[in-house]
T-cell receptor
């Protein structure tokens, strides 16, 4: 079974631009979560999508948004990029039948650099 | 609110020896899950082991075991017979029934295995 895939793997953008990152979950997984990892703040939860609906949201500004398609693929968008948005963005998928405790499997991440 | 604390920023371990990585957690939820992930320099988060709050037995997965002490709110990871490929960052994380699939991560412990 194929793992979680993320595209692109590396991205360089300039301040003020916007960016879209993509995540394809493991086949059969309906939950997709996004995390931001920076040296200063560590790993922080951005949001989770389940069956095309945002189910949970972290404490990030509205510049960060996402969506999920009917095939469970998810995209996240960051508008008006700031230098502080430079980070590794990780996507995780989970089977999730509705209770907690399901392992989340992460993709390789997208490393975003904002100059 | 949930909190994960990993007090060991970094440690060295001799090849073939066992190593224990500390993790303490704080939550008011009764139903929760504890996870350990490994992150090599490539950036991908690799799921290692899971322990549910109602599981009476400590979880084991190959060379990984989780020493779960509920009353002390600790969930230490034990890696037996360390290998050079175990050199990586290790993150303890938790989710809860209330938080759904949202993972709260600790700051991580960097392990370097010496030959």
């Amino acid at each position: 079974k194929a793992g979680v895939t993320q595209t692109p793997r590396y991205l360089i953008k300039t301040r003020g631009q916007q960016v879209t990152l993509s995540c394809s979950p493991i086949s059969g997984h309906r939950s997709v979560s996004w995390y931001q990892q920076t040296p200063g703040q560590g790993l922080q939860f951005l949001f989770e999508y389940f069956s095309e609906t945002q189910r949970n949201k972290g404490n990030f500004p509205g510049r960060f948004s996402g969506r999920q398609f009917s095939n469970s693929r998810s995209e996240m968008n960051v508008s008006t990029l700031e230098l502080g948005d430079s980070a590794l963005y990780l996507c995780a998928s989970s089977f999730d039948s509705g209770t907690s405790g399901y392992e989340q499997y992460f993709g390789p991440g997208t490393r975003l650099t904002v100059t | 609110a949930q909190k994960i604390t990993q007090t060991q920023p970094g440690m060295f371990v001799q090849e073939k020896e066992a190593v224990t990585l500390d993790c303490t957690y704080d939550t008011s939820d009764q139903s929760y899950g504890l996870f350990w992930y490994k992150q090599p320099s490539s950036g991908e988060m690799i799921f290692l082991i899971y322990q549910g709050s109602y599981d009476e037995q400590n979880a084991t997965e190959g060379r990984y075991s989780l020493n779960f002490q509920k009353a002390r709110k600790s969930a230490n990871l034990v890696i037996s017979a360390s290998q050079l490929g175990d050199s990586a960052m290790y993150f303890c994380a938790m989710s809860s029934k209330a938080a759904g699939n949202k993972l709260t991560f600790g700051g991580g412990t960097r392990v370097l295995v010496k030959p």
